[in-house]
């Protein structure tokens, strides 16, 4: 019997009640708070918006707790957030392997969170009628199989630590949970299928697992407390292979870099189909991720169109074209032009900085932009490219971050939001910007927060790298993970 993971649950309201002296006290001192900061939200996490392990629906993380400032726990866009929250658990891992301190939790979830993707590979097929026995995996993979009654289930692990009031005004804790809102639809199947945006986030994730991550190595599972085997770089090489070779090959027919279910229905542009004009990005994070190559004509002819991104960014008519380039170019460093310096992180600047956007006319209401997290993902996953331009500005980064309210994001109300841009229901470096700032109607509710813990771990891992003595403060929870 497997049991779920969870951060002792008394200990979360003290560290909360830390970070809240710590914020009246420090002034300055503000990368002691965001440290604390961090790890309140990881405890929210994993309290509150997920149960960690193998069993169906597990070790997926929710979006929203208390959606429409009720009872629901929404799993929409479950794919970006397993990307986000693999690479959260990645950069997490580095920074303490770095410090030699205990990692065996962090370890343990992320073990969890690459089998889940694979879960969501071996049940897919079945959906439409098709046996798969054997587990075998191809890549087409289903968005998530949450159980209807998966807070049923769960109720002790997601409920037992929070009070019954839905809405905590000007605060992002939650309230109980009772039912699931865009789990597994066992009515439609084609709403279970995956879109490229969520392909492209969950590449992010699976990027930084084989950059920063170990390759085999053994770890005790926290879960089982059995001692683990288990190469996490090698795991994330071949689930982005599989996904890669699922776009360019379409086992289920249709052109390539279309996407299709198993009964042959193409998925609608509407539902991120037609990833034929991002092919050449696809192609060259695949490459990156991998080592191996999925450039085909449709890639190689789509390269012009990649590059019009960022060379005529006015052409742009959304920042949701917008976001491909910025997702998919850091990985594969595919927007770094001809020469030996790459150019990648100066045309992130240019499509994804305020002051540009507000000078080309692009998006105006991108006033918090999203130049420093892209930046920072290309330069974290690349040593040799240089993280220079405004977007580098360090200090930015930290106004962000210290912007970030203590108890996690939410928006409950136009007159009830996070401010400084933390009030987006898909996240800061996900939503379209006006959200980012006033919220969205249909999505009020407690947010999990991945955007900042991974924006906060890259802020530290390139800290470290720009100064010439690394930062090598202690990294783990204050007072260190139960049962280490």
Not at 78 to 87: C, D, F, K, R
Not at 176 to 186: A, E, P, S
Not at 295 to 305: C, I, L, P, V
């Amino acid at each position: 019997m497997y049991r779920s993971i969870l951060f002792l649950p008394n200990r979360m309201p003290a560290l909360l009640v830390l970070v809240f002296c710590l914020h009246a006290a420090l002034f300055a001192q503000t990368d002691d708070l965001n440290h604390l900061k961090y790890w309140s939200y990881r405890q929210r996490l994993v309290n509150t918006f997920m149960v960690v392990g193998p069993e169906p629906g597990q070790s997926i993380p929710a979006g929203i707790r208390n959606l429409w400032n009720g009872p629901a726990l929404h799993f929409g866009d479950a794919p970006v957030y397993m990307g986000y929250y693999i690479g959260v658990l990645s950069t997490e891992y580095r920074l303490l392997a770095d410090r030699q301190q205990p990692a065996e939790r962090t370890l343990t979830e992320l073990f969890y969170a690459l089998e889940a993707i694979n879960r969501l590979d071996e049940e897919a097929e079945p959906l439409w009628g098709v046996p798969n026995a054997h587990h075998e995996r191809n890549g087409f993979i289903i968005q998530s199989d949450i159980p209807a009654d998966f807070c049923q289930r769960y109720t002790t692990a997601l409920n037992s630590h929070l009070g019954k009031q839905m809405v905590n005004t000007g605060s992002g804790i939650g309230g109980m949970v009772n039912n699931v809102v865009g789990g597994l639809d066992t009515a439609d199947n084609h709403n279970n299928t995956c879109s490229q945006d969520q392909i492209a986030n969950l590449l992010i994730g699976l990027a930084l697992c084989v950059k920063l991550a170990p390759d085999m190595t053994q770890f005790r599972d926290e879960l089982t407390g059995i001692t683990r085997s288990y190469s996490f770089r090698e795991s994330a090489k071949e689930i982005a292979g599989r996904l890669l070779s699922y776009m360019r090959d379409t086992p289920y027919g249709g052109l390539a870099w279309t996407l299709h279910a198993p009964d042959g229905v193409r998925l609608s542009n509407g539902k991120g189909g037609n990833a034929r004009p991002n092919a050449y990005g696809f192609a060259a994070a695949g490459k990156w991720i991998t080592g191996k190559e999925y450039a085909d004509f449709t890639s190689r002819f789509t390269h012009f169109y990649w590059k019009a991104i960022y060379a005529r960014p006015v052409l742009r008519l959304h920042p949701d074209d917008l976001l491909f380039g910025l997702e998919l170019s850091p990985i594969g460093d595919s927007w770094r032009g001809a020469g030996s310096k790459s150019k990648t992180v100066l045309r992130i600047n240019r499509c994804a900085s305020y002051d540009v956007s507000k000078k080309l006319k692009l998006w105006p209401e991108n006033k918090f932009g999203w130049d420093y997290f892209f930046e920072a993902l290309c330069c974290t996953l690349h040593d040799s490219v240089t993280f220079e331009g405004p977007g580098a500005d360090s200090s930015k980064a930290r106004l962000m971050l210290d912007q970030a309210p203590v108890q996690g994001p939410f928006y409950h109300n136009p007159s009830d939001r996070a401010a400084a841009g933390w009030a987006g229901s898909s996240g800061r470096f996900y939503d379209t910007p006006p959200n980012q700032e006033k919220g969205k109607n249909g999505f009020e509710g407690n947010y999990n927060g991945l955007d900042y813990m991974l924006c906060y771990n890259l802020y530290r891992l390139l800290s470290e790298t720009s100064n010439k003595q690394a930062d090598k403060r202690p990294y783990q929870m204050p007072g260190g993970f139960p049962n280490e």
